[in-house]
């Protein structure tokens, strides 16, 4: 050892360090792996995206997923269903209301993957195969209860919503349970009368 040496210092290199690091975190991930196959849980491939399965408008759809991915970008960007609409994306417009297993949910606070297995209805799927309008869909044309339309597909599956939960006795119940759908266009007077004719014609 020359004077101007420096003696190596006492622990880990650099390198050894992470050859470690590198090789506990790989103990610890296999680990959680065996775990999870032991309690019967999925194992995914490091970097694989995991699959969920929903049935979308009666047909049963198969698509990859980023755990992020909220059920809107799902329906719009994995599946090209772009009649679901996003908005504010924070649950405070509607203009992304679908019905989820019967209920209405603001799609775009939904991950994806937590819905899998689920029954998820949209506003494409509201005509039948001929193309015959559902009914709230023919009374909102028929009632011009919408302007822009940016709102309406929002609108009508939360109007169906509305309906089946008995929530539309009058005017003012309407308005109050469509209140978490907004129309900037201010069609509201439209959209209840619209509500008001679908329902007097199951009651009929």
Do not use: W
Not at 104 to 109: A, E, F, P, Q, T
Not at 121 to 128: F, K, Q, S, Y
Not at 151 to 176: K, N, V, Y
Request: net charge neutral; aromatic share 2%.
């Amino acid at each position: 050892m020359t004077k101007n040496s420096v003696p190596p210092k006492a622990g880990l290199s650099r390198r050894s360090f992470l050859g470690t690091s590198g090789a506990i975190g790989a103990a610890l991930g296999l680990g959680a792996g065996k775990a999870a196959a032991q309690q019967g849980g999925p194992v995914a491939a490091v970097g694989e995206l995991p699959k969920i399965t929903l049935m979308v408008n009666g047909q049963r759809r198969t698509i990859t997923v980023e755990p992020r991915t909220t059920l809107v970008e799902a329906l719009r960007d994995n599946l090209g269903l772009t009649g679901t609409k996003i908005g504010c994306n924070q649950g405070q417009c509607g203009a992304c209301t679908v019905l989820l297993d019967g209920r209405r949910v603001n799609s775009c606070l939904t991950l994806a993957l937590a819905v899998d297995g689920s029954e998820v209805v949209t506003i494409e799927g509201l005509a039948d195969p001929a193309g015959k309008l559902h009914p709230m869909q023919q009374a909102f044309a028929e009632h011009d209860a919408f302007q822009c339309g940016y709102c309406t597909p929002g609108q009508i599956l939360s109007a169906i919503a509305c309906i089946d939960e008995g929530h539309a006795t009058d005017a003012a119940e309407i308005r109050e349970y469509m209140s978490g759908n907004l129309c900037r266009c201010g069609a509201y007077p439209n959209i209840v009368a619209a509500v008001e004719a679908v329902r007097d014609s199951k009651e009929g």
